[in-house]
């Protein structure tokens, strides 16, 4: 079955600072879809990544897709407070019916 | 803004109770999911549906059910619960097709005494 790893598990930084949130996959994906989940919220979806190398940007969060397909990557420049939560990588691997979610990095933003 | 409602924030059952689980949508979504959340587990698939009266088994459905009647109508059934199915379980819709955005319901915390 689908394979994913999600890391860090969790990531605390000065506000400021840059993060990183990777995905990995053992199988080729055929998109991947990213949310986040405010502390006592629900997951929000973010973005979808559909091609190889597909980069696409909103505001301070660049998401990447590897050129293989089987790996993304979240970065948020300049945290601010506002960022705090978990972020969820959601890729479907190719040829199946719905998403896999990772298992989240949470995010804590030290002011 | 698309709608998904859980029936209940929180909820407590004992050992054994039958429970069950409503989730409504208000934007015509083919697709229904349920998912538990539990720390360092991330969100598991439990059950999905993409038409009504359809369903198809996620990756945990021992221990569960559902039922789709109407389509803005998406029930968890815990036939017979016990203390493991103590989670948060979360709702969520979309429309048909693996490259839709899925929209979550603000969950159910259950506990199981």
């Known amino acids: ?111 | 803004d698309v709608k998904v409602t859980q029936s209940s924030r929180y909820l407590v059952k004992r050992t054994g109770e039958k429970v069950f689980l409503e989730c409504v949508q208000d934007m015509d979504h083919e697709n229904m999911f349920w998912y538990r959340q539990d720390p360092g587990l991330g969100l598991r698939l439990i059950y999905f549906s993409y038409d009504v009266k359809m369903k198809e088994k996620g990756d945990i459905p021992e221990g569960y059910s559902v039922s789709r009647e109407k389509k803005e109508r998406f029930s968890l059934i815990l036939e017979s619960a016990s203390t493991n199915q103590t989670s948060m379980y979360l709702c969520a819709s979309s429309f048909l097709g693996g490259n839709q955005p899925q929209h979550f319901g603000d969950g159910t915390r259950l506990s199981i005494l």
Not at chain 1, 26 to 52: A, C, D, E, M
Not at chain 1, 60 to 87: C, M, P, W
């Open chain 1, 1 to 111: 079955g689908q394979q994913v790893m999600q890391i860090p598990q969790y990531q605390h930084v000065q506000e400021g600072e840059d993060f990183t949130t990777y995905c990995n996959s053992s199988t080729t994906l055929s998109n991947i879809q990213w949310y986040k989940q405010r502390p006592g919220g629900h997951p929000v979806f973010l973005i979808q990544l559909v091609k190889s190398g597909e980069v696409k940007k909103q505001k301070r969060l660049t998401f990447q897709f590897g050129e293989a397909k089987k790996n993304s990557s979240l970065h948020i420049t300049a945290t601010q407070t506002t960022d705090v939560g978990t972020y969820f990588c959601a890729p479907r691997a190719t040829g199946a019916n719905n998403l896999f979610f990772g298992t989240g990095t949470r995010l804590t933003v030290i002011p």
